[in-house]
Structures are given as C-alpha cells and as structure tokens.
C-alpha cells in the first residue's frame, strides 16, 4: 500500500511538472518572449507576472475554498459511532 501510494504521488509530480512546463512555454510563447534579448517586451513582462503571480493567487484562492468546503471533521464522530456500534455500508464486513 505504502509503494502505490508513493508510485501514485510520483506520477502525480511529473503529471503536474510537464504540465507546469508546457503552460510556461505556451505562455512565453503567445507573449512574445524572446530569449537572451536585453529586454522583454511589455506583454512578455506581463506574461510573466501572470505565470508567477496571478495564477498561483487564482490556484491559492482554490484551495482555501476547496479547504473550507471539506467537512469530515464535523461528520466524523458520527462515522466513528457507527463504525463502533457496527454499522458498515452494504457490502462491507468488520475484520
């Protein structure tokens, strides 16, 4: 369990790495950025501010709402006293 749950959390790395990259190279390339030049256009500077700044804003906003929406903790003592009197959903046997 312990081996697909790392194997899983490996693949997820690089999933989310090569997406990272290719959302950078798209977003370098739709803003007119060009390599080694003294100075970046304006659209490219802007480019990068919404690569570095906007987006993670926009992806924090995200996850403290996704964050505030999780309830398990409020229907947990409820599961924890079916679980003890005996109650399992259908299907589902105590060891």
Do not use: C, H
Not at 15 to 41: E, F, H, K, M, R
Not at 42 to 49: K, P, Q, T
Not at 56 to 85: C, G, H, N, T
């Amino acid at each position: 369990m312990i081996g697909m749950g790392n194997a899983a959390n490996s693949f997820s790395g690089k999933i989310g790495n090569s997406i990272g990259t290719i959302v950078l190279g798209w977003v370098l390339d739709s803003t007119g950025y060009v390599p080694n030049a003294a100075a970046q256009s304006a659209s490219a500077i802007m480019g990068f501010r919404t690569m570095f700044i906007f987006l993670p804003a926009v992806m924090i906003a995200i996850a403290v709402f996704a964050a505030s929406r999780y309830d398990l903790d409020k229907i947990y003592p409820q599961i924890e006293a079916d679980l003890k009197e005996g109650k399992y959903a259908e299907g589902v046997t105590a060891r």
